[in-house]
């Protein structure tokens, strides 16, 4: 795809046929007409042809962005199961811990009992 600025060089050029041909007019109003109508048509073909360019660009823009994007939230997914996981085992340890800790109250408190019967035993 010719860039814009090349297609408005080659257009405003004696090269170009519809330009030579108005250039040789004779000056008057036709001519002027002619050269505002070519003007018109040479310009509206190189915007026409900067908004395909431009399109093109930023849809290239967005499919990288949209790839970005889901690369992102892809790695911070995985950084959030991570982060669950550790989380979860570390609930596990917790609960482990409390168990511990009740089973051992429960033990001392067995044993506190048992004391306690061995006294009144005694007596």
């Not at 600025?5 to 250039?23: G, T």
Request: with cysteine; proline share 1%.
């Amino acid at each position: 795809m010719e860039t814009s600025i090349i297609i408005f060089q080659k257009k405003l050029s004696l090269s170009d046929k519809e330009c030579c041909s108005i250039m040789k007019m004779i000056p008057g109003s036709k001519k002027e007409e002619a050269l505002n109508e070519f003007f018109s048509k040479v310009l509206k073909e190189a915007i026409d042809n900067s908004c395909a360019e431009l399109k093109k660009c930023l849809g290239s823009i967005f499919m990288d962005v949209e790839i970005e994007i889901q690369d992102a939230l892809q790695s911070n997914l995985s950084r959030m199961q991570d982060i669950r996981l550790r989380l979860n085992e570390c609930l596990d340890n917790q609960n482990h811990i409390a168990i511990q800790s009740s089973l051992i109250n429960a033990c001392y408190k067995i044993e506190t009992c048992d004391q306690i019967m061995k006294i009144i035993e005694q007596e």
